[in-house]
């Protein structure tokens, strides 16, 4: 039998609901998983990816359904999704893409109060029966080296930044 160590999900499995709002709070604190930070936008590492290099796009303003945007922040939004999908091309070379957004608890969303979307790259023969039968998923690349490879292309973004 082969064993597979994946010691940071031990901190999802244990924790508490979190208080507050996961995207707020690495705005303030900074976050060691945010990748970008801009006038509207910001995109962050998913602490508990599905696979490597997925990422969570969000309006800076903390709000949940898509019309509360006005029609330049959804603008700012969607150029943000663009330009990460861009990213990941460059970095990591996918062979695809899911990009999704979940609105409300019944669709998915796991924040569903501060509204987000989801880019997970694919490659092919990235899935496998492990994830089906022993709910076991294998991320080849720890996060930290994910953000490492990441972090320089997103400091070069072309819009308006805070940070």
Known sequence: ??????????????????EGCVFCDALEQNDDLTLYAGNCTMVMMNKFPYINGHLLVAPIKHL????????????????????????LKQ?????????????????GAGVEEHLHFHIVPRWFGDTNALTVFAEVRVIPEHIRATYDNLKPHFDTLNLNTKN
Do not use: C, H
Request: hydrophobic share 45%; no cysteine; net charge negative.
């Open 64 to 87: 949940s359904t898509l019309d509360q945007l006005s029609r330049y922040e959804m603008g700012e939004l969607l150029a943000t999704v663009e330009r990460s999908v861009g990213i």
């Open 1 to 18: 039998m082969e064993t597979m160590w994946a010691p940071w999900r031990m901190e999802y499995i244990l924790a508490d609901e979190q």
């Open 91 to 107: 970095a990591m070379n996918p062979d695809g893409f899911n990009v999704g957004l979940n609105l409300g608890k019944v669709a």
